[in-house]
């Protein structure tokens, strides 16, 4: 990590009294899933959003237990864990910053079962530079 990623995509489902029903982040990393009904994701569902607006990410690591894994394992926590906060700030009308040309909502839609927000993710414009996992994974073992 970190891949130089395209632009991503969120939905994230919320019911009628603010809790999340789930979310997906369509985007893959150096072949490992972000958002894929893992760890994380399924630690956030059914809970109020204000709850979720309320952790920060060393307390997510120490939560689920993530404090000893691997900085990749790690890192796609964060992804998530950023990307669905920022789309929550913005979707309640917080005054917090949200990086808008990062993280843009494009559309909130309401039907009688739920709300959900799509939001674009776009790369970040300082990301360190690229070297490809392949060409790592060589130097690894050389």
């Known amino acids: 990590m970190p891949c130089k990623d395209t632009t991503a995509l969120m939905t994230v489902r919320v019911d009628h009294h603010d809790s ?11 072949d490992k899933p972000i958002g894929n009904g893992q760890t994380f994701h399924q630690y956030c569902v059914g809970r109020p959003i204000q709850q979720i607006l309320g952790w920060e990410f060393p307390d997510i690591l120490e ?6 894994e691997d900085t990749e394992s790690q890192f796609l926590v964060y992804l998530e864990w950023s990307a669905l906060r ?5 979707y309640v009308g917080r005054d ?13 839609e309401y039907s009688d079962k739920e709300v959900q927000i799509i939001q674009v993710i776009r790369p970040n414009t300082d ?9 790592r994974s060589q130097q690894i073992t050389d």
């Open 63 to 68: 939560e689920l237990q993530l404090q000893g």
């Open 96 to 108: 917090e910053d949200v990086d808008t040309g990062h993280f843009e909502v494009a559309s909130v």
């Open 127 to 135: 990301m360190p530079k690229i070297q490809s996992c392949f060409k």
């Open 20 to 30: 999340l029903l789930g979310y997906d982040y369509a985007k893959i990393s150096c």
């Open 86 to 90: 920022s789309a929550l700030i913005q």
